[in-house]
């Protein structure tokens, strides 16, 4: 960075832990906070500090606003699953030069009672519940990917997510707009409630909600769990905002008043 002008950091954000570390940053004196939105959400939670909406286009778009916007560091704090902007910002950040970390939430992890089954993807996770005795399917993995359960004619779904979703979508589908965090209580009276007997997640991780992980195990449902996709290799990746933090704190003529 250069004497005359903040440094500036640019989060791609959408999760909790991205709004979070926006407030810590844009607490830093002599600091430019930008936080980039996918868009995809009608009513997003506004993080602090400037704020960007919608697609870069493609890893060149990002690295060429990288460039005209003078970023000095690049955070990706999007959701675990969002692969390709992660890997997009891997290519992005190299191209322009700027230091890149991934923000990522823990994982779940099973505990004694829970009876997992794992899926490398949304397609993998329907097949298995072809493998399962169940017919009432309570399908938490977002609105964006329905469509690979759209061929389940004979399942009914009860459908969560912020915003109502669009066809493809299964035909025999219920759908609950709610946003968490979620509790115990009420995630057991939506399993009575909805007879459901068998739940697909994403591993998403965060405790916002990991109440339906409980409700399953106490109610002995089966939980079929999409993993995450890989971290793009060679970007570092730390567990939570006050680390990333300290990522910043730690890179080479990011502090007021430094040049790089």
Partial sequence: ????????????????????????????????????????????????????????????????WLREHAVDALIDATHPFAGTISHNAAEAAATAHVPLLALRRPGWVPAPGDDWHPAASLDEAAALLRTLPVTRVFLTTGRMGLTHFAHLTDLWFLVRSVDAPEPPHPPRMTTLLDRGPFTLDGERALLREHRIDVLVTKDSGAAATAAKLTAAREAGLPVIVVTRPPTPEGVPEVADPAAALEWWRRLPGTAPGRAN
Avoid: N, W
């Fill in 1 to 64: 960075m250069h004497d005359d002008r903040p440094a500036h950091v640019l989060i791609l954000g959408g999760t909790t832990e991205a709004r979070r570390l926006a407030g810590m940053l844009a607490a830093q004196p002599g600091l430019r906070v930008t936080s980039s939105l996918a868009g995809r959400v009608a009513a997003p939670r506004l993080p602090a500090g400037e704020v960007r909406i919608g697609g870069f286009g493609g890893p060149a778009g990002l690295a060429r």
